[in-house]
């Protein structure tokens, strides 16, 4: 028996404020924003669990006009499944005023801003990171039901920057999620691929070094992010075995132009635009994905979805 889709990841645009040095969405000629219809269709699906969480991102989810319609939507057809948006925090205006208008609501939201640390944010993102942290706490005392969040991207750039953002984010009373940067051809690195993905083996010990006392604090202050540091130094270190990634079995990546997909690194398993959830997440590409995963694991990567603590 399949299992029922319990996350949906929706990137609600590709426009974006900023030009990231490891994304290149900003680049993409044809600007693209998720058609409301599709997001109805997929909310009222059979093949989504009762408990489904979605999250929005982008882009910049705050340059997405019918965001507000968007999260009426959601909320409405689907009350308590918003739980998280991504963005990087620049849009300060747009972030209150659409916070403040959804009341009751956020009690179940985390907002996760971009802040790739103290000293290298700016050549990393080409803004301040003080524009954005300077909003979170804004936020956080604005709206003490919100989970505010920090989101820190490794890099080559900004790899030495992860222990001053970990004891920042600390002192500050933010939780800090790390991730090491990804090349995703199907999502942020459509058009160009560089040395920005590629650690040597000096910058890998320095990672895998400072991930490592982080890992030691983390596993009395939250295991599941505990839990993700060990994996990621595992990547690092070569020692991540291929196992049975969730994604495939109970997530779907939706992108602006539709398309669908159950894992960002594999092909698109169907577009919204011309059929049914039900229809896409039981065809047959969705299924040579499972059945690849299930029969050889994977480790092709390592991101906050896909794995579990069970």
Avoid at 120 to 139: D, E, T
């Amino acid at each position: 028996m399949i299992n029922k889709i319990k996350y949906i990841n929706i990137s609600i645009t590709n426009r974006c404020n900023l030009s990231c040095e490891y994304c290149d969405i900003w680049q993409e000629k044809h600007k693209k924003d998720i058609r409301l219809d599709n997001v109805r269709k997929m909310l009222e699906s059979s093949i989504l669990d009762d408990n489904t969480d979605i999250a929005l991102t982008g882009g910049e989810p705050f340059l997405y006009k019918n965001l507000a319609l968007l999260t009426e939507l959601i909320l409405k057809t689907r009350p308590g499944s918003l739980k998280a948006i991504t963005t990087n925090g620049t849009l300060g205006e747009a972030m209150l005023d659409f916070l403040a208008g959804l009341k009751k609501h956020r009690k179940h939201l985390s907002l996760c801003i971009s802040f790739d640390g103290v000293t290298k944010h700016y050549k990393q993102r080409g803004n301040s990171p003080f524009v954005a942290l300077n909003k979170a706490v804004s936020i956080k005392d604005e709206f003490s039901d919100i989970k505010v969040k920090l989101k820190f991207t490794v890099t080559p750039i900004n790899y030495k920057d992860i222990i001053p953002a970990y004891n920042f984010a600390k002192l500050n009373n933010f939780r800090l999620k790390i991730k090491l940067v990804e090349n995703a051809k199907n999502y942020t690195n459509a058009i160009f691929n560089n040395s920005i993905f590629k650690f040597s083996k000096e910058m890998r010990n320095s990672i895998i070094n400072d991930l490592s006392l982080i890992y030691v604090d983390l596993l009395e202050l939250d295991r599941k992010d505990a839990y993700f540091i060990k994996k990621t130094i595992e990547f690092l270190s070569g020692k991540k075995k291929p196992e049975a990634c969730s994604a495939p079995f109970n997530r779907i990546f939706v992108m602006p132009n539709g398309k669908i997909y159950s894992c960002i690194y594999s092909d698109h398993i169907g577009n919204i635009n011309d059929k049914c959830l039900e229809d896409i997440w039981h065809s047959k590409k969705a299924e040579l994905i499972r059945n690849k995963v299930e029969k050889y694991g994977c480790n092709r990567c390592v991101s906050y979805h896909g794995f579990s603590l069970d």
